[in-house]
């Protein structure tokens, strides 16, 4: 059996990736948003769910939230709430999608009024940051157009960097802004923010607190992210990423489902650059659980996370270098290829152990009876949804 170092253990032991709280809501596509008993149906519940995670993994310590579906009263009760379950309230995800004075753009619209109240929206969300706790907001912007000669595209590109010059100003010293790029959906033929590029661009015009995001379902099929990835550590701009997988487009699903060996390579390249348990990196999950039970899909998700982390820090870095600077390519092949191959579970299974958690997550998830529960007492009331 492969065996974990004890270096290993310890940089595995510090890894940390957040949890959206609207996995916990229902969602679906835009043909369909199904319904699972025991969805939560408000903030609160969906942080408990995601407690329930951390409970069984030790690997998610933080909830992000997105705003306005995660708004409370008084988010210092929240923040309490989540306190109590072990928990912390994490990245604010900011949303001008949703609203229908934003249907030509939000921080780029042409109407000043619309603006202001996009970039409105994004300083409330900083305030509540300040009574969360939070270090991050997380902007992806729905903006673009459709066809060719609709829009203005180098003046939304002026109007975006005022807007957010604005929105960075109210950042405390210890917050930061992240930029999410997306390349297509739901604007199909340019979006204000299609690459890391013009994210790159973006956040460098604002200064150090701002840096980019990377949602791995946000590329042209056959990118390659691992190279994205390397590029943005070096320039010292890798902020976050979303984590999910995907078959075709922004597909969501399970990190690690559809492409694990991508998954791989960008955590060889996250290493490689010192992206990870870097306070500098945030590792964030941004997945929706359409069929598949919720909190089950997350441990999933998490534990795929570290499994691969694991396989990654196996790599043996000398012996890589050496073919490498040898142009061996076969051989650093091989090296690349065995570490990816090694099945690190029973390992991984013993070390839980050891520290006092459940070896297998998933098993001490169904057998806890958390879900009979949430099943029997949620009754009533709406469930939260991705905002259908
Ligand atoms: C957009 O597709 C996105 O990746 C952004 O991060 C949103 O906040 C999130 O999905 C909503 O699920
Ligand atoms: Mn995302």
Request: aromatic share 8%; charged share 25%; net charge negative.
């Given at each position: 059996m492969t065996t974990l170092s004890p270096e290993n253990r310890a940089t595995l032991e510090s890894q940390a990736i957040e949890l959206p709280s609207w996995a916990f809501g229902n969602s679906g596509t835009r043909f369909r948003v199904f319904p699972t008993p025991g969805?939560?149906?408000d903030p609160f519940e969906k942080i408990a769910d995601a407690a329930e995670v951390n409970r069984v993994?030790?690997?998610?310590?933080t909830v992000a939230l997105h705003i306005p579906w995660d708004k409370v009263d008084d988010f210092s009760v929240l923040r309490r709430h989540a306190e109590d379950l072990g928990v912390q309230l994490g990245t604010v995800n900011s949303n001008t999608?949703?609203?229908?004075?934003?249907?030509?753009?939000?921080?780029?619209?042409?109407d000043d009024r619309i603006r202001r109240k996009a970039i409105d929206h994004h300083l409330e969300c900083i305030d509540v940051m300040d009574q969360t706790g939070s270090r991050d907001l997380k902007i992806w912007l729905a903006e673009g157009s459709?066809?060719?000669?609709?829009?203005?595209l180098r003046a939304r590109q002026d109007r975006l960097h005022d807007s957010l010059t604005e929105i960075y100003a109210?950042?405390?010293?210890e917050q930061r802004l992240v930029l999410e790029y997306k390349f297509f959906e739901p604007a199909f033929?340019?979006?204000?923010?299609?690459d890391w590029g013009t994210s790159y661009v973006q956040v460098s015009a604002l200064g150090e607190k701002a840096l980019v995001c990377l949602d791995?379902?946000?590329?042209?099929?056959?990118?390659?992210?691992e190279f994205i990835v390397m590029q943005l550590l070096r320039l010292g701009k890798l902020g976050s990423f979303d984590f999910n997988s995907r078959?075709?487009?922004?597909?969501?699903?399970?990190?690690?489902?559809?492409d694990p060996f991508q998954l791989f390579r960008i955590l060889v390249e996250v290493i490689r650059g010192g992206g990870?348990?870097?306070?500098d990196v945030a590792f964030m999950l941004d997945q929706c659980h359409n069929i598949e039970a919720k909190i089950p899909g997350q441990i999933r998700s998490v534990l795929n996370v570290q499994e691969m982390t694991a396989r990654a820090l196996l790599l043996d870095r000398e012996a890589l270098a050496a073919a490498q600077s040898a142009n061996d390519v076969l051989a650093a092949n091989a090296i690349f290829m065995d570490a990816f191959q090694t099945d690190v579970r029973p390992a991984l299974a013993e070390w839980r152990e050891s520290r006092?958690?459940?070896?297998?997550p998933m098993a001490a998830y169904l057998a806890s009876g958390y879900q009979q529960h949430i099943e029997a007492d949620r009754v009533g009331g709406t469930q939260a949804s991705w905002g259908a």
């Amino acid at each position: 059996m492969t065996t974990l170092s004890p270096e290993n253990r310890a940089t595995l032991e510090s890894q940390a990736i957040e949890l959206p709280s609207w996995a916990f809501g229902n969602s679906g596509t835009r043909f369909r948003v199904f319904p699972t008993p025991g969805t939560a149906r408000d903030p609160f519940e969906k942080i408990a769910d995601a407690a329930e995670v951390n409970r069984v993994t030790a690997l998610s310590p933080t909830v992000a939230l997105h705003i306005p579906w995660d708004k409370v009263d008084d988010f210092s009760v929240l923040r309490r709430h989540a306190e109590d379950l072990g928990v912390q309230l994490g990245t604010v995800n900011s949303n001008t999608f949703q609203d229908e004075d934003y249907k030509f753009g939000a921080l780029t619209h042409e109407d000043d009024r619309i603006r202001r109240k996009a970039i409105d929206h994004h300083l409330e969300c900083i305030d509540v940051m300040d009574q969360t706790g939070s270090r991050d907001l997380k902007i992806w912007l729905a903006e673009g157009s459709n066809y060719p000669g609709q829009a203005d595209l180098r003046a939304r590109q002026d109007r975006l960097h005022d807007s957010l010059t604005e929105i960075y100003a109210r950042l405390s010293d210890e917050q930061r802004l992240v930029l999410e790029y997306k390349f297509f959906e739901p604007a199909f033929y340019h979006t204000d923010v299609p690459d890391w590029g013009t994210s790159y661009v973006q956040v460098s015009a604002l200064g150090e607190k701002a840096l980019v995001c990377l949602d791995t379902g946000h590329h042209a099929p056959g990118t390659n992210i691992e190279f994205i990835v390397m590029q943005l550590l070096r320039l010292g701009k890798l902020g976050s990423f979303d984590f999910n997988s995907r078959f075709y487009a922004d597909d969501d699903l399970i990190v690690g489902a559809a492409d694990p060996f991508q998954l791989f390579r960008i955590l060889v390249e996250v290493i490689r650059g010192g992206g990870l348990n870097s306070p500098d990196v945030a590792f964030m999950l941004d997945q929706c659980h359409n069929i598949e039970a919720k909190i089950p899909g997350q441990i999933r998700s998490v534990l795929n996370v570290q499994e691969m982390t694991a396989r990654a820090l196996l790599l043996d870095r000398e012996a890589l270098a050496a073919a490498q600077s040898a142009n061996d390519v076969l051989a650093a092949n091989a090296i690349f290829m065995d570490a990816f191959q090694t099945d690190v579970r029973p390992a991984l299974a013993e070390w839980r152990e050891s520290r006092g958690l459940p070896a297998d997550p998933m098993a001490a998830y169904l057998a806890s009876g958390y879900q009979q529960h949430i099943e029997a007492d949620r009754v009533g009331g709406t469930q939260a949804s991705w905002g259908a």
